[in-house]
């Protein structure tokens, strides 16, 4: 497939696996609105890729990424945007994450934040590096964060915790502690996170494509995570519309 049309990811190619850089350095990685759609346009160009069996996000070795763009989403929630539309993109760029009918692994080095913990999450498998930081500090701003794929990890209690008190950088969750409480399933040293899940791919793609698929799929039945999100999405929306008054 075509490589070099895109702006804010770049891609690359290991036997069987893509690897899908994020390539905004100079806002962090800050997942903005047309990032999101080169990423969406990627994933669904991938999926009919025979010769691609896995995707890998990937920062680089300082940071994985910032979240959805600050700036837009404090323009949408201060009434300057249309909130509507703003949620409607998201709820897109999840569903085909939650759709993507091939292993999703995140290699995290730095920091995982709002929107970008979300779509570690949201993966399949994490690796992370000792050192790598993790939050949501869009809540003191005012933006909700998703709830329910925490849940499916650690437990109703332990994801109220995490999207509720990890708004600043002195209680974002270290991989040490993500690690212990089974989000990520791989801790490396420092900037090893890449090769890590280099590594990991290559050995979950040795087995046959059927049954991998089976289990990715399986996986998605057993915790309805589209459905689920679906309604999370209308309760967020119908909210933000009476905050706002809308």
Sequence with gaps: METNNYEYIRLAF???ICILNFNRPDKKNALSSDMRSEIMHALNALKEDKKVRAVIFYGGIDFFSAGFD???VQKVVQGEGDYEEFVESNHLFHQTLFNFPKLLIAAINGFALAGAFDLTVIC???VASKGALFGHPEIRFGACPL???YMGLVGRGKALELTLNTGSKENFLSAEEAYRLNIINKLVEPGEALEEAIKLAKEINKSPEFAVSQLL???KLNFDRVKVFDSEIEIILKSMKELLGK
């Design 14 to 16: 290991k036997r069987g």
């Design 70 to 72: 600050r700036d837009e």
């Design 147 to 149: 709830f329910f794929p």
């Design 124 to 126: 399949h498998l994490r």
């Design 217 to 219: 799929e399986v996986n």
